[in-house]
């Protein structure tokens, strides 16, 4: 019998494993939804496109799988590229696939008709047009071999309408093995890894630095049995504050102390200020491992004579590969101790900060209290989003498992990475933990949760502002130049209520346990909105270990 391209699609991704996709319906996907209920592959149906990117993006950092999103064409795909940005900031391997116009009417003024595979190729590692119904299947292999090669990332994928209607026999279509799915590792070489294990032991103080490809909980637990193994730390940046970022503490003091950084896979970017001084000693030197040669080699031109060592390898192998090289040496125990001390350092105001009796609600005690919730479930994911809540989240609470908007630092996504986590981890809470500004983008998604029976506690800090603008106004510009922040301070429990889902509002911090608890028990998806004082995100320093100034 023949089959539709369609057909062979489904096929493709039910041999490599996949069992949900997320996806808006439209037009130029119909066949592939028809074709999904044969190949038992589930619909994660969402209000979004964006949504369903950012699903996808989470379902990779939280599984280790490639994630894989599925978009209509045109406006369709449009509305997902730009979630695709997130992904490959975060080094998160997912595949978009998206309609197209049909092959036969390019050029002639198809519906929808647009370049798309122009439109994702520069947020994505790779972006094409389908071309033929008999190679669909190797085209899928390809797209999820090359997110995950190398440095893992997004890739997309165009399917023409007539391509995915287009029949083939049988004999004309094989469909790839399960080896074509998996990308070939580059591993770190044993004289490399010999002569890095050597230039650390000889270093007083040295670092190990990985990249947000690490920042899942399978990478955190590779780079804690390489810190073992070595006595050397491993920290792991994934966020756009950086050598700044909140959730390492006073990272940045011994940043500066460090004589040897080790980057696995991770570049001197912005985030480390492109390890120039005061960042870093003027004295420090560098080894680069990247499983890109173009980023070795911009890597290697940054940091210019600092650089003692430059290698290819793919980052998890290079762990895997240092980790498995190195005996236990206890050289570095009290350089070790400071890092750690540095790096879980919070000010101890923190401890003691109340907020007003009637409110606003103080960022510090939401933190403390969610950390309650969380401390009482092992599993527990929590999201933080970007923004100046979201720093405030990062640095006063800690799960097993958690996830951030990465070095984008785009807004938005946390409420669809929640969704993703509570699927990937059905037995798992899930807390998630946004501004108001960043709940508006996919307030929508609490009837997606509310269908798919995916509960979860979304924590709204509701400032009524833009607040992370608003704090560049004040800065830069005054007070009396401060304007087009403002937001109203609305009632976002009622909307999620509304919408099937339970709501909860907080204006004093003595009211805010019991609503956390209502929120987790209720078994549906639920936000707890809080008004917050407007603050600026933490800087945590052990120099100057003080609380932000309210800033209303």
């Known amino acids: ?5 369609a057909d062979v699609l489904a096929g493709a991704l039910a041999g490599a494993g996949v069992k949900h996709l997320f996806s808006l319906s439209g037009n130029h996907i119909m066949p592939v939804y028809d074709a999904l209920l044969d190949a038992r592959i589930g619909i994660i149906h969402v209000r979004h496109e964006g949504a369903a990117v950012h699903m996808a993006d989470a379902w990779a950092r939280l599984t280790g799988e490639v994630g894989v999103a599925l978009l209509t064409g045109g406006p369709g795909h449009a509305n997902g590229v730009g979630a695709l940005y997130t992904a490959l900031a975060s080094e998160s391997p997912l595949v978009m696939l998206s309609g197209h116009a049909p092959l036969n009417e390019l050029g002639r003024g198809s519906f929808q008709e647009m370049r798309q595979a122009d439109l994702a190729a520069p947020v994505a590692k790779a972006s094409w047009t389908v071309q033929s119904a008999a190679t669909l299947g190797d085209d899928i292999a390809r797209a999820m071999r090359f997110a995950r090669a190398g440095r893992p990332g997004p890739v997309h994928v165009s399917l023409p309408f007539d391509v995915l209607e287009a029949k083939v026999g049988p004999q004309a279509v094989a469909l790839p093995a399960a080896a074509a799915f998996r990308a070939v590792s580059t591993p770190l070489g044993e004289e490399a890894a010999d002569a890095l294990l050597a230039a650390m032991a000889r270093a007083k103080r040295p670092l190990m630095l990985t990249g947000p490809a690490m920042s899942g909980p399978h990478g955190r ?25 909140p ?130 479930h092992r599993n527990t994911v929590v999201v933080a989003d970007g923004g100046e809540f979201g720093q405030w989240a990062q640095a006063c609470v800690n799960a097993p498992a958690r996830m951030i908007n990465g070095p984008a630092g785009s807004i938005g996504a ?40 995916l509960p979860f506690v979304a924590v709204v800090g509701n400032d009524a502002c833009w607040n992370a603008e608003y704090q560049i106004q004040l800065r830069c510009y005054g007070r009396e130049r401060a304007h087009g922040c403002e937001l109203l301070p609305a009632r976002y429990d009622q909307a999620v209520t509304a919408l099937g889902g339970h709501g909860e509002f907080v ?46």
């Open 1 to 5: 019998m023949a089959l539709r391209g």
């Open 221 to 245: 637990a590779m780079c804690a049995k390489l810190a073992e193994a070595t006595g050397v730390p491993v920290l792991c940046l994934e966020s756009p504050r950086g050598v700044n970022d």
């Open 414 to 453: 946390g409420i669809p990475f929640a969704l993703a986590a509570r699927l990937a981890r059905p037995d798992a809470p899930v807390v998630a933990m946004v501004g108001d500004g960043t709940f508006g983008f996919h307030m929508a998604e609490f009837d997606t949760a509310v269908r798919a029976g």
């Open 247 to 376: 959730a390492l503490g006073a990272l940045a003091e011994v940043l500066a102390q460090a004589d040897y950084v080790v980057l696995l896979g991770k570049q001197p970017d912005f985030t480390l200020r492109f390890g120039q001084s005061p960042a870093f000693d003027a004295q420090c030197r560098f080894a680069v491992v990247d499983p890109d040669a173009h980023a070795l080699e911009r890597a290697v031109r940054v940091l210019g004579p600092a650089v003692a060592m430059a290698v290819i390898a793919d980052t998890a192998a290079a762990v895997q590969g240092l980790a498995a090289c190195a005996p236990r040496r206890a050289g570095c125990a009290a350089w070790a101790a400071e890092v750690e001390s540095a790096v879980t350092f919070r000010p101890p105001a923190w401890a003691a900060l109340t907020s007003s009796e009637q409110g606003p609600v103080h960022p510090v005690e939401v933190g403390r209290a969610v950390q309650r919730l969380v401390d009482r």
């Open 507 to 552: 204006t004093r911090v003595a009211d805010l346990p019991a609503a956390l608890e209502r929120a987790a028990a209720s078994g549906k998806p639920a936000c707890v909105n809080v008004l917050i004082e407007r603050l600026a995100a933490p800087a945590v320093s052990r120099k100057a270990a003080r609380p932000a100034a309210v800033s209303h």
